[in-house]
């Protein structure tokens, strides 16, 4: 069983960039999402964790305390690597500088987009929830400080994403662009084993995952597709699951072959899930596993960001299933 350092050293000539760098990267994502595991798993047994904080965020939302402790914990592992120069989080309004250590400032070149905690209003109630993590280079020159430009890059500038589902068991999952690898957490080590080699989205299409409680909020287009999933012909009805939990429902999909939908709605007319932090790292992976990311019109992986906390719809899963919601959208224009 390969843990995930060994997995890299042993496929490091697939990677484009310095495997050292790329193994303290992966040290700083270890270490924060072993503290949340630890924390998850005692939630309901201290009022620390639980909860709301009583602060609401940028994107105007209930903050829980354990989006709170994600995010700290996230930036102070990342510092203590002296190799991310920036970091922007999906509980902060403004981007992160990381100051590295002069004498070798030129290792410090990845600028980290996350969200620490995805999908909170689950943690209440045990239900898995995630963190999703995208990763670029700096286009600024090295002495030179970070602009926004250096954060708002397109998604298929990505060198690395993935995802830590906090679920029966602890999953990380990434991808640097030579496939999807899962690697399992042994708590009792408090290491990651490789556990899901090459994932790709199988070929028998089986799930659709919308929260269809919006149902009179979506559009022609997706109210077109839902009735095409509930058809009973060829390998139809397709089975509904819907978690909540983009972590949950996206890490289901891959395994068991899904489509995930997170459309614009009435309440939200840009769509929900936000571009950098959750759409794009998704849409990688998708790609990578044999799949395909939309907005409904274009590539996830091409849009133009305008700004750090920008909106889109999400729609990701087997090429057939998203093609097939395309042709509903364009359909009904
Ligand atoms: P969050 O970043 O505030 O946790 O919100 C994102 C979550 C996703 O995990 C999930 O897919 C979606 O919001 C669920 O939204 P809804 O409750 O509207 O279906
Ligand atoms: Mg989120």
Redesign the pocket.
């Known amino acids: 069983m390969y843990t995930l350092g060994e997995f890299i050293i042993k496929n490091r000539d697939r990677f484009s960039y310095s495997t050292e760098s790329l193994l303290r990267l992966f040290s700083s994502i270890k270490l924060a999402s072993k503290a949340i595991h630890k924390e998850v798993n005692k939630a309901g047994l201290t009022e620390e964790i639980i909860g709301s904080s009583g602060i609401t965020n940028v994107?105007g939302?209930n903050q829980q305390k354990l989006d709170q402790f994600a995010h700290r914990v996230f930036i102070e592992s990342f510092k203590s690597r002296n190799v991310v120069c920036g970091i922007a989080s999906?509980e902060s309004k403004d981007f992160i500088v990381i100051k590295g250590k002069q004498e070798d400032i030129s290792q410090n070149q990845y600028i980290v987009l996350i969200?620490p905690?995805?999908?909170?209003?689950n943690i209440d109630v045990n239900v898995s929830i995630?963190t999703i993590f995208s990763v670029y280079m700096r286009k600024s020159p090295i002495k030179m400080n970070l602009t926004i430009e250096d954060f708002l890059q397109k998604g298929n500038q990505q060198i690395l994403a993935g995802y830590i589902i906090y679920g029966s068991s602890t999953i990380l999952v990434y991808s640097a662009g030579n496939g999807v690898h899962g690697f399992t957490l042994d708590p009792s080590f408090g290491t990651f084993y490789l556990s899901h080699y090459n994932i790709c989205f199988p070929k028998m299409e089986k799930i659709y995952s919308i929260?269809e409680?919006?149902y009179y909020k979506f559009s022609n287009g997706i109210k077109k597709f839902i009735r095409y999933c509930q058809e009973k012909k060829d390998n139809r009805p397709y089975t509904a699951r819907?978690?909540?939990?983009?972590?949950g429902?996206f890490h289901r999909n891959l395994i068991q072959g899904g489509i995930?939908i997170?459309p614009k709605t009435a309440s939200y007319p840009e769509g929900?899930?936000?571009l950098l932090y959750?759409c794009n790292p998704m849409a990688f992976l998708s790609e990578q596993a044999g799949g395909k990311a939309s907005d409904g019109n274009q590539r996830i992986l091409d849009i133009e960001p305008t700004k750090l906390h920008q909106r889109s719809p999400l729609i990701c899963g087997p090429k057939g299933m998203v093609s097939k919601l395309e042709e509903f959208i364009v359909d009904c224009e």
């Not at 905690?117 to 209003?121: A, I, P, R, T, Y």
């Not at 819907?242 to 972590?247: K, P, R």
């Open positions: 994107q939302e999906e969200d905690l995805d999908g909170s209003s995630g929260n409680g919006n819907y978690i909540g939990s983009l972590v429902d995930y997170y929900k899930l936000r959750e």
